[in-house]
């Protein structure tokens, strides 16, 4: 088969012959390479969506006779990643087998349980629903994707016709039917009813391809893909314009993110009313041509079609009627008028429930929206963490697509309601959930450090992203806060240059923080530096930065976050790195020693004002933090040597030697004192842990 990179405007051609031809002739290999290539266009596929498959000839462990094997992709994997430990064997035949037991529409639960009587590789994953899609189909490789074209296809009105004017009589149709072994049958029966097809268009739900070799299925998808895209395109072009054109006109780019950033810790509150949420906001050109529609109020309720993306954004999504006039920072005034849209919002969604509701259905699940759409502005999604809650958001730019494209051809279809319950409280979806792994401690928390640059503060950091939660980074040197981010893993981590001495770079860094994330739980500040000089040689400039970076960067910081908290009403948590100076008098050390004695206090007097709030405020007290400290690698360890009488070298033995345990303190012993407070001792506020080995003089009791 000849190259044909040139052909696609659509999607992208990806296969690299040389990749390819490195992996021989092992089928399984370049299954996986198709697989990971066709994942990578988030036009073909969304993250966890679409299947793909490969059947190979095996020598049966137990007969020493050749079989033949399918791989294919587990529950709840995703292609673009997928690896050999992602994928089920099965024999082939086996699976075929199951026909002779198989009971109807009634008996389809039960059939997922009988894939496991076909495995071939014990290693393997657990079968997906989709195995007797690929399996009951005779081709050695398979590909089931969900396009935003075909799938536009797919839920356009007369979509079979639609797919005859677009293929002839090359490709299939089937009608939508919920995912199992009947539609393996359906698509088995449509194959032999239409002998030398290249492929099924499934209504309401995506697209099967398939060839001889991985290479072969692989451009066939492109090509049926590509297909489609130029039908589609040609119809948009024809109709001149989509979705009845435009309502409302967007807000200037910097305006919407301001009013992104300021609504977010709002909407978060209200979202997280059942389970804290993380939050995404997306306001590109496909998203606002949407929302800014005249059709945005007859299309939205409708909700999506594709099972993969109503499973990730909920059946439809909340449309805010606020203008983008509103003055967001009147927060009393805007959660006036968010909180009705919420509430009928929720009580729709129990409507829904019960309406569709079976005897066996499982318990209604969180009834907050996952998709909040603002006209003018952008679009909002809300899930337990920042991959889910960004993948549901590109699940519903897949959907606005989807949209597009159905209307330019004829108009936009969805599911029946109770299809689309059946579908979201399938009892095969409730115990993929409930394998999920445990969250972690401080999953669905967002947590802001300074400082985090290097030393105590990116210890702590990498100690808060460890347990579960999402992390900004601030430091005033952006060259290390780029290096301090690339040790995260994605949808992890982000960061804010941010000067704490200067109310507007904190205002700057807690948009940033709302803006990626949602709001704000955590603020541990660590930024900090040491003077250490005798009185006479202690300067104002001193004594100026020690108070503006210690101590009023302290004030500002917990003075914003808490306006922040208190949009959200979830609580939260505000831990000072102040240090043993603060308690304990030393020589040479008059400024920093004060200032670390009013972060103290501050704390107290903080956390006197906001319990009420459920606003914790905590110290962590760090002592002799030598090796991995930033603050220890200039005139302060100096200091410090020359008031002890010894080297800077000998620092290091000295202090760990004066402590009770004779113990080294390292960054990351901070960073678990930190956790404790955020993690642990969540009814404890006011208070001082001293992570110092144990120094009598500094006890605070």
Same mark, same amino acid.
């Given at each position: 088969?000849?190259?044909?990179?040139q052909?696609f405007?659509?999607?992208d051609?990806?296969?690299?012959?040389?990749?390819a031809?490195a992996l021989?002739?092992?089928?399984?290999a370049?299954?996986?390479?198709?697989?990971?290539i066709?994942?990578?266009?988030?036009?073909?596929?969304n993250?966890?969506?679409g299947?793909?498959?490969c059947?190979?000839?095996?020598?049966?462990p137990l007969?020493?006779?050749?079989?033949?094997?399918?791989?294919?992709?587990?529950?709840?994997?995703?292609?673009?990643?997928?690896?050999?430990?992602g994928?089920?064997?099965?024999?082939?035949?086996?699976l075929?087998?199951?026909?002779? !037991?198989?009971?109807?529409?009634?008996d389809?639960?039960?059939?997922?349980?009988?894939f496991?009587?076909?495995?071939?590789?014990?290693?393997?994953?657990?079968?997906?629903?989709?195995?007797?899609?690929h399996?009951?189909?005779?081709?050695?490789?398979?590909?089931?994707?969900?396009?935003?074209?075909?799938?536009?296809?797919?839920?356009?009105?007369?979509?079979?016709?639609v797919?005859?004017?677009?293929?002839?009589?090359?490709?299939g149709?089937?009608?939508?039917?919920?995912?199992?072994?009947?539609?393996?049958?359906?698509?088995e029966?449509?194959?032999?009813?239409?002998?030398?097809?290249?492929?099924?268009?499934?209504?309401? +739900?995506?697209?099967?391809t398939?060839?001889?070799?991985s290479?072969?299925?692989?451009?066939?998808?492109?090509? !049926?893909?590509?297909?489609?895209?130029?039908?589609?395109?040609k119809?948009?072009?024809?109709?001149?314009?989509?979705?009845?054109?435009?309502?409302?006109?967007?807000?200037?780019?910097?305006?919407?993110?301001?009013?992104?950033?300021?609504?977010?810790?709002?909407?978060?509150?209200?979202c997280?009313?059942?389970?804290?949420?993380?939050?995404h906001?997306?306001?590109?050109?496909?998203?606002?041509?949407?929302?800014?529609?005249?059709?945005l109020?007859?299309?939205?309720?409708?909700?999506?079609?594709?099972?993969? +993306?109503?499973?990730?954004?909920k059946?439809?999504?909340?449309v805010?009627?606020?203008?983008?006039?509103?003055?967001?920072?009147?927060?009393e005034?805007?959660?006036?008028?968010?909180?009705?849209?919420?509430e009928?919002?929720?009580?729709?969604?129990?409507?829904y429930?019960?309406?569709?509701?079976?005897?066996?259905?499982?318990?209604?699940?969180?009834?907050?929206?996952?998709i909040?759409?603002?006209?003018?502005?952008g679009?909002?999604?809300?899930?337990?963490?920042?991959?889910t809650?960004?993948?549901?958001?590109?699940?519903?730019?897949?959907? @606005?697509?989807?949209?597009?494209?159905?209307?330019?051809?004829?108009?936009?279809?969805?599911?029946?309601?109770?299809?689309?319950?059946?579908?979201?409280y399938?009892l095969?979806?409730e115990?993929?959930?409930?394998r999920?792994?445990?969250?972690?401690?401080?999953?669905?928390?967002?947590?802001?450090?300074t400082?985090?640059?290097?030393?105590?503060?990116?210890?702590?950091?990498?100690k808060?992203a460890?347990?579960?939660?999402?992390? !900004?980074?601030?430091?005033?040197?952006?060259?290390?806060?780029?290096?301090a981010?690339?040790?995260?893993?994605?949808?992890?981590?982000?960061?804010?240059?941010c000067?704490?001495?200067?109310?507007?770079?904190?205002?700057?860094?807690?948009?940033?923080?709302?803006l990626?994330f949602?709001?704000?739980?955590?603020i541990?500040?660590?930024?900090?530096?040491?003077i250490?000089?005798?009185?006479?040689?202690?300067?104002?400039?001193?004594w100026?930065?020690?108070?503006?970076?210690?101590?009023?960067?302290?004030?500002?910081?917990?003075?914003?976050?808490?306006? @922040?908290?208190?949009?959200?009403?979830?609580?939260?948590?505000i831990? +000072?790195?102040?240090?043993k100076?603060?308690l304990?008098?030393?020589?040479?050390?008059?400024a920093?020693?004060?200032?670390?004695a009013?972060?103290?206090?501050?704390?107290?007097?903080?956390?006197?004002?906001?319990?009420?709030?459920?606003?914790?405020?905590?110290?962590?007290?760090?002592?002799?933090?030598?090796?991995?400290?930033?603050?220890?690698?200039?005139?302060w360890?100096?200091?410090?040597?020359?008031?002890?009488g010894?080297?800077?070298?000998?620092?290091?033995?000295?202090?760990?030697?004066?402590?009770?345990?004779?113990?080294?303190?390292?960054?990351?012993?901070i960073?678990?004192?930190?956790?404790?407070?955020v993690?642990?001792?969540?009814?404890?506020?006011?208070?001082?842990?001293n992570?110092d080995?144990?120094?009598?003089?500094?006890?605070?009791?």
């Amino acid at each position: 088969m000849k190259n044909t990179t040139q052909k696609f405007k659509h999607v992208d051609y990806l296969w690299d012959k040389k990749r390819a031809a490195a992996l021989g002739d092992d089928q399984v290999a370049l299954f996986l390479y198709r697989s990971n290539i066709l994942g990578a266009d988030l036009r073909i596929t969304n993250y966890g969506g679409g299947n793909t498959s490969c059947k190979t000839v095996e020598k049966d462990p137990l007969t020493n006779e050749d079989v033949e094997i399918m791989w294919i992709k587990g529950s709840g994997g995703d292609i673009g990643t997928l690896t050999k430990a992602g994928i089920a064997g099965l024999y082939t035949e086996r699976l075929r087998d199951l026909k002779k !037991v198989y009971g109807g529409l009634e008996d389809e639960d039960r059939m997922v349980g009988l894939f496991n009587h076909c495995i071939y590789d014990l290693d393997s994953k657990a079968p997906s629903i989709d195995t007797p899609l690929h399996g009951l189909l005779p081709f050695k490789h398979i590909d089931h994707l969900h396009p935003d074209a075909l799938i536009a296809v797919a839920a356009a009105k007369d979509s079979e016709k639609v797919t005859k004017e677009i293929w002839g009589d090359t490709m299939g149709w089937v009608p939508w039917q919920r995912p199992g072994f009947d539609l393996g049958l359906q698509l088995e029966k449509c194959l032999n009813d239409n002998p030398g097809i290249r492929g099924i268009v499934l209504g309401s +739900h995506g697209l099967f391809t398939w060839g001889d070799t991985s290479y072969e299925s692989y451009v066939n998808s492109l090509e !049926v893909i590509e297909m489609a895209s130029e039908y589609i395109e040609k119809k948009i072009k024809e109709k001149g314009s989509v979705f009845g054109g435009q309502k409302v006109k967007s807000l200037p780019k910097a305006e919407r993110l301001e009013k992104a950033a300021l609504l977010m810790p709002m909407l978060r509150g209200l979202c997280s009313s059942e389970a804290r949420m993380i939050g995404h906001f997306n306001d590109n050109d496909v998203v606002l041509e949407y929302i800014n529609s005249n059709d945005l109020e007859r299309l939205a309720p409708m909700g999506t079609s594709c099972p993969d +993306h109503f499973l990730r954004t909920k059946i439809q999504p909340l449309v805010l009627d606020l203008g983008t006039e509103a003055d967001i920072n009147d927060t009393e005034e805007i959660l006036k008028k968010l909180k009705p849209s919420f509430e009928k919002y929720r009580q729709e969604y129990k409507d829904y429930y019960e309406t569709c509701k079976k005897d066996n259905s499982p318990a209604i699940r969180d009834t907050n929206p996952v998709i909040i759409i603002y006209p003018g502005v952008g679009m909002f999604s809300f899930a337990k963490n920042k991959q889910t809650t960004r993948v549901a958001n590109e699940f519903y730019v897949n959907a @606005i697509n989807v949209m597009r494209g159905a209307e330019a051809m004829t108009a936009y279809t969805s599911l029946p309601r109770q299809e689309a319950f059946d579908i979201e409280y399938w009892l095969l979806e409730e115990a993929k959930l409930s394998r999920m792994p445990k969250e972690k401690p401080l999953s669905r928390k967002i947590a802001l450090v300074t400082g985090a640059g290097g030393g105590i503060g990116k210890a702590i950091a990498d100690k808060l992203a460890a347990e579960g939660a999402n992390i !900004v980074l601030t430091d005033i040197a952006e060259d290390r806060l780029k290096e301090a981010i690339a040790t995260y893993p994605s949808d992890t981590a982000s960061y804010a240059i941010c000067d704490v001495t200067k109310s507007e770079s904190i205002t700057a860094a807690y948009k940033k923080t709302c803006l990626d994330f949602g709001g704000i739980d955590i603020i541990v500040h660590s930024a900090g530096l040491a003077i250490s000089k005798p009185l006479e040689d202690t300067t104002d400039k001193d004594w100026d930065i020690l108070q503006n970076v210690l101590v009023k960067g302290q004030f500002d910081l917990a003075k914003q976050a808490v306006a @922040i908290m208190r949009q959200q009403n979830l609580g939260g948590d505000i831990i +000072h790195i102040a240090s043993k100076n603060g308690l304990v008098s030393g020589p040479n050390n008059v400024a920093y020693g004060t200032a670390k004695a009013a972060q103290q206090h501050m704390t107290r007097l903080l956390a006197a004002e906001l319990g009420g709030d459920h606003i914790r405020v905590n110290t962590v007290n760090p002592d002799g933090v030598i090796v991995g400290s930033k603050i220890w690698e200039g005139d302060w360890a100096e200091g410090r040597a020359k008031a002890y009488g010894i080297s800077v070298e000998e620092l290091p033995a000295h202090y760990a030697k004066r402590n009770l345990l004779n113990e080294i303190i390292y960054p990351k012993d901070i960073a678990n004192g930190v956790f404790a407070f955020v993690g642990v001792l969540d009814k404890s506020t006011g208070n001082i842990i001293n992570v110092d080995g144990g120094m009598a003089n500094a006890f605070v009791r």
